[in-house]
């Protein structure tokens, strides 16, 4: 029985894909509170998406680090410190840093105008 090591592509694949299924349910959160008039599930949208961005502004902060012979890069690493990412966004979702309230705001008034029109609207 041949057991293969995990290797990097597949803990990038990994990664990249738990990416990419947050910003599509982040999506589909979105287009329902829309659709719905949900302002509470706008609300969570908008967290969703500061969770999003501040979850890609750690990594790109860590990117213009300099390497470290002393604490040498490997996938054990970039795992844990995706985890840590993952967890500071967590917490900071209950405060967050401003955008997600902005957002919503701007948000809210297109959906309220949106339903004001929509039952104005004599179809």
Same mark, same amino acid.
Do not use: H, W
């Given at each position: 029985?041949?057991?293969?090591?995990?290797?990097?592509?597949? *803990?990038?694949? +990994? #990664?990249?894909? =738990? %990416?990419?299924?947050?910003?599509?349910?982040?999506?589909?959160?979105?287009? !329902?509170? &829309?659709?719905?008039?949900?302002?509470?599930?706008?609300?969570?949208?908008?967290?969703?998406?500061?969770? *999003?961005?501040? +979850? #890609?502004?750690? =990594? %790109?902060?860590?990117?213009?680090?300099?390497?470290?012979?002393?604490?040498? !890069?490997? &996938?054990?690493?970039?795992?844990?410190?995706?985890?840590?990412?993952?967890?500071?966004?967590?917490?900071?979702?209950?405060? +967050? #840093?401003?955008?997600?309230?902005?957002?919503?705001?701007?948000?809210?008034?297109?959906?309220?105008?949106?339903?004001?029109?929509?039952?104005?609207?004599?179809?």
């Amino acid at each position: 029985m041949k057991i293969e090591s995990i290797g990097a592509s597949n *803990i990038q694949n +990994g #990664i990249n894909a =738990k %990416q990419v299924s947050e910003e599509k349910a982040f999506e589909e959160v979105l287009k !329902k509170a &829309y659709n719905d008039g949900d302002k509470e599930r706008l609300m969570e949208a908008c967290r969703d998406f500061e969770g *999003i961005l501040l +979850g #890609i502004m750690f =990594k %790109q902060m860590k990117k213009t680090i300099p390497e470290s012979k002393f604490m040498p !890069k490997s &996938y054990a690493r970039e795992i844990f410190e995706d985890m840590l990412d993952e967890e500071l966004v967590n917490k900071s979702k209950g405060t +967050g #840093i401003g955008i997600a309230e902005i957002l919503y705001r701007q948000l809210s008034t297109n959906l309220d105008n949106i339903y004001k029109i929509s039952e104005n609207d004599p179809e």
